[in-house]
């Protein structure tokens, strides 16, 4: 069955925090209108996401089913795999100031530029690995600005643990949490091998210790887009309907 298409463009954004110019695309729905509101999906390693995860195909069919709400989605490619380390990871140089990128400029820029819902439930955050990773911390440090983040094989280390375990308001974010059962050993751009689902395990018993509104699956694969594009439609669905 084919489903309206939406429409992908590219919008710059002149970034202080970042000191740089930012280049994102823009999915906006096949029955986009001025007069409806939106909720807004903001994907760290955007590129990956339109191009290897199918996102827009993805929310055509989910909007042409009417199974989820009115979405436009945001992706936020990375200039190269240096630079996605400096943004994402939480000990890059550029890490605390990509967060304030999000929160303190690209949202508002967002709100003025489209007919957004502009609370932290009409916001959510996605990435996969260290994009999930950054995501997380991000809605963890503004959750009234991002109400729900959708993480998919997060690198998670102490920083990671700290954040969550230091987090006092649970009811503010909602999570959609996945890891594949075979990434026990994922190569990383350090070249070093790691053990991703321990850590995301646990993660997931803290998430549900403290509360948080939660859903958390493993899938039998490993850490690649093979597993998680299937994932996403689940995602999707699971957050905006």
Do not use: C
């Not at 298409?5 to 740089?20: A, F, V």
């Not at 996969?128 to 959708?150: E, M, R």
């Amino acid at each position: 069955m084919d489903f309206p298409m939406g429409k992908i463009k590219e919008i710059t954004l002149q970034s202080k925090e970042l000191g740089e110019e930012v280049t994102m695309l823009v999915y906006l729905p096949a029955n986009y209108s001025p007069l409806y509101k939106y909720s807004l999906l903001i994907a760290q390693d955007g590129r990956d996401y339109f191009q290897l995860g199918r996102i827009g195909r993805i929310a055509d069919e989910l909007l042409g089913k009417k199974e989820i709400e009115n979405v436009i989605i945001i992706g936020i490619p990375y200039e190269s795999v240096e630079d996605r380390r400096r943004k994402y990871h939480p000990k890059g140089e550029q890490h605390k100031a990509y967060i304030r990128f999000l929160a303190h400029e690209l949202v508002p820029y967002l709100d003025e530029q489209y007919p957004t819902y502009q609370m932290g439930m009409g916001r959510a955050l996605i990435g996969d690995s260290l994009a999930a990773t950054v995501s997380l911390l991000a809605a963890l440090q503004y959750p009234h600005t991002f109400g729900k983040v959708l993480l998919q094989s997060p690198y998670v280390n102490e920083d990671v643990f700290t954040a969550v375990k230091d987090f006092r308001q649970p009811e503010l974010l909602h999570i959609y949490h996945t890891v594949g059962e075979k990434e026990t050993v994922v190569k990383t751009t350090s070249s070093k091998n790691k053990d991703f689902l321990t850590p995301n395990r646990e993660l997931s018993k803290i998430f549900k210790e403290k509360s948080f509104g939660y859903f958390y699956d493993e899938f039998s694969g490993d850490h690649t887009w093979t597993y998680w594009q299937p994932d996403l439609k689940q995602a999707i669905r699971q957050v905006f309907s």
